[in-house]
């Protein structure tokens, strides 16, 4: 049985739609059922503004995560999907990084990718992709709003309160950033 508390609290949405990459996630940190931080950033800007990540699960896990990433970006530059295999692979095999408890949702102008601990690095089959505890609902929602005029922050952002409306741990403090 884990020691760590039972932290709940992110929902991070990417979206790429006529050519712009949004990543978007709530600022809502939970601990048990209390609401310990609502305004978390858990977005961010990397390789000098051409790539976005969003995390969830530990903060300070996700960190270490992201400065590997940025790492991987400076080794492998214009080539986000041989820097998260890389980082993927060191995430496995690496026994610090294998006790990391994380997710990252990755994107660039052309690509988006889930990087998960197990060694996945997975692309989405409709540009859209979600991750953490409303992540289903963002991703259900995003999926449907795919076909309608609304651009892809619009679409981020709609899907993005839908899932605040079902999920108890994702809330309306958004942190939305674009590409393209």
Known sequence: MSNFPDWHGTTILAVRKNGKTVIAGDGQVSMGQTVVKGNARKVRTLAEGRV?????????????LIERLETKLEQYPEQLARACVDL?????TDRYLRKLEAMLLVADKDEI????????????????????????????????LMDGPL????????????????????NRSLTVETLG
């Open 52 to 64: 976005l990540a969003g995390f969830a699960g530990a903060t300070a896990d996700a960190f270490t």
């Open 88 to 92: 993927a692979k060191d995430w496995r």
């Open 113 to 144: 990718y889930t990087v998960t601990g197990v060694g996945d690095v997975l692309e989405p089959e409709h540009a859209v992709a979600a991750i953490g505890s409303g992540g289903n609902y963002a991703l259900a929602a995003a999926l449907a």
């Open 151 to 170: 651009s892809a922050e619009e679409v981020a952002r709609k899907a993005m309160g839908i899932a605040a409306d079902i999920c108890v741990f994702t």
